[in-house]
Nanobody
């Protein structure tokens, strides 16, 4: 059974930083692309960023230059480092997995597994 468990969310002031983690189990982690999404109240879930199994990274325009996606295959964990946070970054953040060995170019959709999410609140 595949499980993705996010952690690291919380309350932070604007301009601050948070690092989210996504611990994965039940899958061959190194062969899966790992994505991050977020959903703000009253809005649709949106793509934030992803890291492929080949370690290529992809970002939404709204977070590029502020957020960094990475992974540690030895620990079966993906990370989302969020810097220069803004109030509009407030949302529930989800990690997701797609694979194995996804070789396409669409990292903003069609993930196979999802975590339950972690709340990030940025105060002004």
């Amino acid at each position: 059974q595949v499980q993705l468990v996010e952690s690291g969310g919380g309350l932070v002031q604007a301009g601050g930083s948070l690092r989210l983690s996504c611990a994965a189990s039940g899958l061959s982690f190194s062969t899966y692309a790992m994505g991050w999404y977020r959903q703000a109240p009253g809005k649709e879930r949106e793509f934030v960023g992803a890291v492929s199994w080949r370690l290529n990274t992809y970002y939404a325009a709204s977070v590029k230059g502020r957020f960094t996606v990475s992974r540690d295959n030895a620990k079966n964990t993906a990370f989302l480092q969020m810097n220069s946070l803004k109030p509009e970054d407030t949302a529930v953040y989800f990690c997701a997995a797609k694979g194995p060995y996804y070789g396409g170019s669409s990292y903003g959709s069609s993930y196979d597994y999802w975590g339950q999410g972690t709340q990030v609140t940025v105060s002004s």
